[in-house]
């Protein structure tokens, strides 16, 4: 499904899967951000289907950008690597997929997550270069401890390539704080991350790791996380 020019999501909620994942192929670069299983089904050959409807080969992608270490975000990097796309994470989320550890939560979907060395490390607020486009992370530790927000500029848009800064449904209202189960879960650190991300410039666009897009709205979706947050917790 493309959900903005030169973007597209080949995994998740438009093809009946919780997770989501997405190609950009614009500006002289073509990325891969997240691709990963949870318990039901293995989803890379689906993964290369939904990307192929748009004439694109994951060969193609130069670079997966992995956003954190959970199963269902990264399980493919090893495989991916194998194919030639250079791995691109935190230094968190590369020390616990190096092992593929309980960091990694495999153990939450019966599944153990294949360890991969990244090829590439990101701090907060480094960027990296491909062909025109530039990608900037934003480190929000708090889910786990080394999660990514991708931001991308496209067409004078600011984009966020989210992940799991927050579960979405299909309303507003379902807006929840995401899953609390990881060993390295922090609540507070969480909650500062969001209060963080809402003191810088504002995203058009935010595109989740599980749930649709927000498309043009993306800055209050991120406030409705934050409430929600605040609310859940009592902060």
């Known amino acids: 499904m493309q959900v903005l020019p030169g973007v597209y999501q080949v995994n998740g909620s438009p093809y009946g899967r919780h997770q989501n994942a997405y190609v950009v192929h614009r500006n002289g670069a ?11 089904a293995e989803t890379l050959p689906e993964v290369e289907r ?9 060969e193609d992608c130069s670079h997966l950008l992995v956003t954190h ?20 994470c935190s230094l968190e989320a590369a020390d616990a997929m190096a092992t593929g550890d309980k960091r990694c939560a495999g153990w939450a979907v019966g599944r153990t997550f294949e360890p991969v060395r990244a090829d ?9 270069a491909v062909g025109d486009l530039r990608v900037c992370a ?10 990514l927000v991708y931001e991308m500029v496209l067409d004078g848009e600011r984009v966020w390539f989210a992940s799991d800064l927050f579960e979405a449904g ?3 209202r379902t807006v929840l704080p995401p899953w609390t189960g990881g060993p390295d879960w922090d609540r507070d650190q969480y909650v500062t991350s ?6 810088m410039p504002p995203c058009d666009h935010l595109l989740p790791g ?26």
């Open 69 to 88: 270490e959970h199963i269902d975000h990264g399980s493919h990097a090893a495989e991916l690597q194998r194919r030639g796309l250079a791995i691109v």
């Open 138 to 147: 934003l480190a929000a530790p708090g889910h786990c401890a080394g999660l």
């Open 194 to 199: 969001l209060e963080r991300l809402l003191g």
């Open 50 to 58: 939904n990307a192929a409807r748009w004439g694109l080969r994951l």
């Open 210 to 235: 599980h749930g649709p897009a927000a498309l043009g709205n993306g800055r209050r979706v991120l406030e409705m996380a934050y409430e929600a947050a605040v609310s859940c917790w009592w902060r």
């Open 30 to 40: 073509t990325l891969l951000i997240d691709s990963g299983d949870l318990e039901d």
């Open 170 to 172: 299909h309303a507003h």
């Open 120 to 128: 590439i490390l990101l701090r907060d607020g480094e960027e990296l």
